[in-house]
């Protein structure tokens, strides 16, 4: 693992919460990209070498809802950037950690992506980034 690449936070209202971000960080988000698979929509901030990951449900059984409605907005994941994506979950799925999606599919800003579930993680839902080459 690199670094944290970003840390992905739910949101009920993304046009809502760029502004509030925008204020809050003092700077434009760089971009808005929709995931269809994951059911979400994201916008995204750069600060210093990381990022904040904005992320608004796009249907009900989308991951960002069911968090929404049971726990509240807020943190929901943190994301760590890695160079090779099938070596770290070799890695990881040998140190016993439980993979949600051994085969890494396609994430926002150009990353292919794997989940790690928080039951196995003391409770934080981690995510590995690969940049797409
Ligand atoms: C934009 C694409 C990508 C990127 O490029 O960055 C993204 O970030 S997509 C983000 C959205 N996608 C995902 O989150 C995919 C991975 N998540 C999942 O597969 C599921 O959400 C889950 C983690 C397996 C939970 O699903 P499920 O079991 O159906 O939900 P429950 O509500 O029943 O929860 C079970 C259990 O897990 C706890 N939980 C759920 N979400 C989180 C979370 N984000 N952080 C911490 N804990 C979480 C939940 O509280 C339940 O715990 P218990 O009540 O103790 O059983
Ligand atoms: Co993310």
């Given at each position: 693992m690199r670094k944290i690449e970003h840390l992905g936070i739910a949101v009920k209202d993304l046009k809502k919460s760029n502004e509030l971000f925008r204020k809050l960080l003092g700077k434009e988000h760089y971009k808005e990209e929709k995931v269809e698979g994951e059911g979400v929509s994201t916008s995204f901030f750069m600060v210093g070498e990381t990022k904040v990951e904005l992320l608004e449900a796009t249907?009900?059984?989308s991951p960002i809802a069911k968090f929404i409605e049971k726990k509240?907005?807020?943190?929901?994941h943190i994301a760590f950037d890695v160079e090779d994506i099938h070596t770290e979950v070799e890695r990881l799925k040998s140190e016993g950690f439980e993979i949600l999606n051994e085969t890494p599919k396609q994430g926002a800003d150009n990353k292919l992506v794997v989940f790690l579930h928080p039951r196995s993680t003391n409770g934080v839902l981690v995510e590995l980034c690969q940049e797409k080459k």
């Open positions: 249907r009900e059984d509240s907005e807020g943190i929901h």
